[in-house]
T-cell receptor
Framework: EDKVVQSPLSLVVHEGDTVTLNCSYE??????LLWYKQEKKAPTFLFML????IEKKSGRLSSILDKKELFSILNITATQTGDSAIYLC????????????FGGGTRLMVKP | NAGVTQTPKFRVLKTGQSMTLLCAQD?????MYWYRQDPGMGLRLIHY???????AKGEVPDGYNVSRLKKQNFLLGLESAAPSQTSVYFC???????????????FGPGTRLTVT
């Protein structure tokens, strides 16, 4: 059974801080790892990672994958209150249907 | 484009009642999914479909049925609702791997269901 564990469960920081969110996984036939941001409603896509060691970057957010140690990190620099959300990590099994297994999420709160 | 839409947004059911949740997408995606989200448990896949007329079970399919009669719609049915089905339900869709471009899943806004 595929498994994804995220840490920490929750995090409170102040604006301007840098945060690192962790995601470790076990999957029988790995294809990709995805990060989503969930505010009030629908999760929105951030990154898809398929190769080890290649950083994906979008503005203040970046992510990297380590396929040997089976984990990924999501970094957010110079945090803003708008970064407050639940961050979800998911892994895709290389089977039909692009099925994802999600972790429980990290709840980030950024205080002014 | 509206993206992925879900109907209804909220619903309260009594134990034993039935209902259908509707998901619609206008992105011509081949694949569609139904998830439930419970506190601290992330999203869990209920059923999914890899094309019109096809459905398959996900991680937590018991108590639910689905149908994909049209490519753009994916219906989730609860035949006899139970309090354990109180949850937020999300629909998602994606391109297949055979399509060009990326195939991340796009999510609808969710349906909050309470079963009393």
């Amino acid at each position: 059974e595929d498994k994804v564990v995220q840490s920490p469960l929750s995090l409170v920081v102040h604006e301007g801080d840098t945060v690192t969110l962790n995601c470790s996984y076990e999957v029988t036939n790995f294809r990709s790892l995805l990060w989503y941001k969930q505010e009030k409603k629908a999760p929105t896509f951030l990154f898809m990672l398929t190769s080890s060691g290649i950083e994906k970057k979008s503005g203040r957010l970046s992510s990297i994958l380590d396929k040997k140690e089976l984990f990924s990190i999501l970094n957010i620099t110079a945090t803003q209150t708008g970064d407050s959300a639940i961050y979800l990590c998911a892994v895709e099994n290389n089977n039909a249907g692009n099925m994802l297994t999600f972790g429980g999420g990290t709840r980030l709160m950024v205080k002014p | 484009n509206a993206g992925v839409t879900q109907t209804p947004k909220f619903r309260v059911l009594k134990t034993g009642q039935s209902m259908t949740l509707l998901c619609a997408q206008d992105m011509n995606h081949e694949y569609m999914y139904w998830y439930r989200q419970d506190p601290g448990m992330g999203l869990r896949l209920i059923h999914y479909s890899v094309g019109e007329g096809t459905t398959a079970k996900g991680e937590v399919p018991d108590g639910y049925n689905v149908s994909r009669l049209k490519k753009q719609n994916f219906l989730l049915g609860l035949e006899s609702a139970a309090p354990s089905q109180t949850s937020v339900y999300f629909c998602a869709s994606s391109y297949s791997r055979a399509d060009p471009g990326s195939y991340e899943q796009y999510f609808g806004p969710g349906t909050r269901l309470t079963v009393t």
